[in-house]
């Protein structure tokens, strides 16, 4: 059989947190929305990433993936992740689990690579030895992996910090999308080099589709476009 992630692919030790080096293009695809002077249906920054992009895998192919034990990560798309985030973050999550866990049904809360691992996935200053429950060699199982990323994808003080900043009772979604691509800038993320549309679709997906975005709704939607954008560069887009 195949291994749950080719080398190449398996998340990296010793990398730390490099939060503000992360390069979510995957070698020019990041995501950058207006700024710069872009035109509407034109690029962000430059890169390489289709306005199109994967729309015609269908829900079925997303819960193939999501029911596969072992996930190949270059065949997870932009668009898969858009349309069914949670079932595939579950599934790509889990095929790391099970490397750092060696098969077995937990790690222990100690252990390096879970703790590499989980510093790059999660906001700056998340401590797992003191976030996750138990002492130091407790075990975390996939249940509770799974949640640590899901959670504390965003650094909550930063993004209420933020949405204060802007001195607006609620951001249209005409707004949102700029928005977002600042917040995204401010947590760290190279996001430069998505065209508009690709952009629109994952702050589309972020917000809900909402028509507007309250102080209360902000948090949670900045968790999520983190949680995408982390999700595509492990994937390698």
Same mark, same amino acid.
């Given at each position: 059989?195949? /291994?749950?992630?080719?080398?190449?692919?398996? /998340?990296?030790?010793?990398?730390?947190?490099?939060?503000?080096?992360?390069?979510?293009?995957?070698?020019?695809?990041?995501?950058?929305?207006?700024?710069?002077?872009?035109?509407?249906?034109?690029?962000?920054?430059?890169?390489?990433?289709?306005?199109?992009?994967? @729309?015609?895998?269908?829900?079925?192919? @997303?819960?193939?993936?999501?029911?596969? $034990?072992?996930?190949?990560?270059?065949?997870?798309?932009?668009?898969?992740?858009? @349309?069914?985030?949670?079932?595939?973050?579950?599934?790509?999550?889990?095929?790391?689990? !099970?490397?750092?866990?060696? $098969?077995?049904?937990?790690?222990?809360?100690?252990?390096?690579?879970?703790?590499? *691992?989980?510093?790059?996935?999660? *906001?700056? $200053?998340?401590?797992?030895?003191?976030?996750?429950?138990?002492? !130091?060699?407790?075990?975390? @199982?996939?249940?509770? *992996?799974?949640?640590?990323?899901?959670?504390?994808?965003?650094? /909550?003080?930063?993004?209420?910090?933020?949405?204060?900043?802007?001195?607006?009772?609620?951001?249209?979604?005409? !707004?949102?999308?700029?928005?977002?691509?600042?917040?995204?800038?401010?947590? $760290?993320?190279?996001?430069?080099?998505?065209?508009? /549309?690709?952009?629109?679709?994952?702050?589309?997906?972020?917000?809900?589709?909402?028509?507007?975005?309250?102080?209360?709704?902000?948090?949670?939607?900045?968790?999520?476009?983190?949680?995408?954008?982390?999700?595509?560069?492990?994937?390698?887009?």
């Amino acid at each position: 059989d195949d /291994p749950v992630l080719a080398p190449s692919q398996a /998340p990296s030790e010793g990398r730390g947190r490099g939060h503000g080096h992360d390069d979510l293009g995957g070698g020019g695809s990041g995501s950058g929305l207006y700024g710069g002077g872009s035109p509407r249906g034109g690029r962000l920054g430059g890169g390489a990433e289709s306005a199109s992009e994967e @729309t015609h895998h269908s829900n079925g192919k @997303t819960n193939q993936v999501a029911r596969s $034990g072992k996930v190949e990560l270059n065949k997870v798309t932009l668009d898969l992740i858009l @349309t069914d985030l949670e079932s595939v973050e579950e599934a790509v999550y889990s095929s790391v689990f !099970a490397q750092l866990a060696g $098969g077995q049904a937990s790690v222990r809360k100690n252990d390096k690579k879970l703790g590499d *691992f989980l510093a790059e996935h999660t *906001f700056p $200053g998340f401590d797992a030895s003191t976030a996750l429950p138990g002492g !130091a060699s407790s075990p975390v @199982t996939l249940e509770g *992996f799974l949640l640590a990323l899901a959670t504390n994808a965003a650094d /909550p003080e930063q993004a209420i910090m933020f949405f204060v900043g802007l001195e607006t009772e609620a951001l249209s979604k005409a !707004a949102v999308g700029q928005a977002l691509l600042s917040y995204a800038k401010l947590a $760290g993320c190279h996001v430069d080099g998505f065209a508009v /549309p690709v952009w629109e679709k994952i702050a589309s997906r972020a917000t809900q589709g909402a028509e507007s975005i309250s102080f209360d709704a902000w948090g949670d939607c900045c968790t999520c476009l983190l949680r995408i954008l982390r999700l595509k560069k492990m994937c390698n887009h």
